[in-house]
């Protein structure tokens, strides 16, 4: 167990609607990125926050945002859904000052 | 532009047989290396990391890998497997200081018992 969770566990949504996921992690894990994960592909970096402030962000469109909040949860946001959304997402963290990330179990998306 | 590339997509074998699985990455600078596992229906979990020193370095679960600087190459090896090493195996790279992790496609391993 890495003390990392993420909720919903699996959703289904429809081609334009919006989602939120959530990650929640343990004290002082001050970093978090966010990974979309194909099926039968590698994590797909889309965005890390550092201290509540976008630190860097991947190959994707606005649409994809997110949150960092104090209490180390954090949000991926996605709007106007399309069908190559579908994907397991993750979310992994980092204590400060290790550069090593521990993921969560991810939530898996199906976009209809 | 980073990448990283693993060689096999699939790999079968024996348990007792030994293991290799390739990892290519491309990148000019300093960079941090990792391989994760990902078990049936677990997390992905770190396996072993290599940041600087030794480029041979040690994992759980008897893994080891070795970086090859001039091969740009991180390949991960274990002497016998098990049929619990049956799992998702996955290369990524980090520019040192950078904030990006670079996944490879991963290697699905089946160790038959």
């Known amino acids: 167990e890495t003390g990392v969770t993420q909720s919903p566990t699996h959703l289904i949504k429809t081609r334009g609607q919006q989602v939120t996921l959530r990650c929640s992690s343990q004290s002082g894990h001050n970093t978090v990125s966010w990974y979309q994960q194909a099926l039968g592909q590698g994590p797909q970096f889309i965005f890390q926050?550092?201290?509540?402030?976008?630190?860097g962000r991947g190959n994707f469109p606005p649409r994809f945002s997110g949150l960092q909040f104090p209490n180390y949860s954090s949000e991926l946001n996605v709007n106007a859904l399309e069908l190559d959304d579908s994907a397991l997402y993750l979310c992994a963290t980092e204590l400060a000052g290790e550069e090593t990330q521990y993921f969560g179990p991810g939530t898996r998306l199906l976009v209809l | 532009a980073q990448s990283v590339s693993q060689h096999n997509h699939h790999v079968i074998l024996s348990e007792a047989a030994s293991l290799e699985l390739g990892c290519n990455y491309s990148y000019g600078g300093t960079v941090n290396l990792f391989w994760y596992v990902q078990y049936p229906g677990q997390h992905l979990q770190l396996l072993l990391k290599?940041?600087?020193?030794?480029?041979l370095v040690k994992g759980i679960k008897g893994f080891e890998a070795e970086f090859i600087k001039s091969k740009f190459s991180f390949n991960l090896r274990k002497p016998s497997v098990q049929w619990s090493d049956t799992a998702e195996y996955f290369c990524?790279?980090?520019?040192?200081?950078?904030?990006?992790?670079?996944f490879g496609a991963g290697t699905r391993l089946f160790v038959k018992a």
């Open positions: 926050y550092y201290r509540e402030e976008e630190n």
């Open positions: 290599y940041f600087s020193g030794d480029p």
């Open positions: 990524a790279v980090k520019a040192t200081g950078g904030f990006k992790t670079i």
